[in-house]
T-cell receptor, first 112, second 113 residues
């Protein structure tokens, strides 16, 4: 996997604003993508997923956009709340390999 | 429904020892995967078990092994521990077919001294 280090990219937003977290994936053959949220001391928690035959999917307050041309994934969080503060990971999988390949993560900080 | 349960939550070992971590998947889930999470390498896939058979394996040395029991519970073992094995070990489960979506436990934090 890509190196995360202690210097995760950080996105700082004001409470109530919209957040956009970006992710570049590695394999053009990947056909499944997923976003996870990880809070301190916890395991990753599922947020939303999308298959490669779609370019947009919406959930509750979240939207995932997929651009296969440039191998880019984004997670949009509407009306960001303090409880959204966490590290967000994107992951990809190919052809039902059942192995998720995770990106390096982005830390989201929500300012009150 | 209870989530994925991992035990122990924390573990401290010394170099050269071996360790066994345990995972109980969500009821009804037949697939269990293991991931290693470190600040330097992020989340890396170790292996996946389905119906007691290893279905996929990551790029880790043979010191890392696992198994799955008939009740879908899984264990992973690390022999001859090295300092670099210090990490959060995450177990995740899924029904086994039809979705790649994983449900993660809270992990076992292993420290090797």
């Amino acid at each position: 996997g890509e190196s995360v280090g202690l210097h995760l990219p950080t996105l700082s937003v004001q409470e109530g604003d919209n957040s956009i977290i970006n992710c570049a994936y590695s394999n053009s053959a990947s056909d499944y993508f997923i976003w996870y949220k990880q809070e301190s001391g916890k395991g990753p928690q599922f947020i939303i997923d999308i298959r490669s035959n779609m370019d947009k999917r919406q959930g509750q307050r979240v939207t995932v956009l997929l651009n296969k041309t440039v191998k880019h994934l984004s997670l949009q969080i509407a009306a960001t709340q303090p409880g959204d503060s966490a590290v967000y990971f994107c992951a990809e999988a190919m052809d039902s390999s059942y192995k998720l390949i995770f990106g390096s993560g982005t830390r989201l900080l929500v300012r009150p | 429904k209870a989530g994925v349960t991992q035990t122990p939550r924390y573990l401290i070992k010394t170099r050269g020892q071996q360790v066994t971590l345990s995972c109980s998947p969500i009821s009804g889930h037949r697939s269990v995967s293991w991931y290693q999470q470190t600040p330097g390498q992020g989340l890396q896939f170790l292996f996946e078990y389905f119906s007691e058979t290893q279905r996929n394996k990551g790029n880790f040395p043979g010191r890392f092994s696992g198994r799955q029991f008939s009740n879908s519970r899984s264990e992973m073992n690390v022999s001859t521990l090295e300092l670099g094995d210090s990490a959060l070990y995450l177990c995740a489960s899924r029904p086994g077919t039809g979705t790649e979506k994983l449900f993660f436990g809270s992990g076992t934090q292993l420290s090797v001294l």
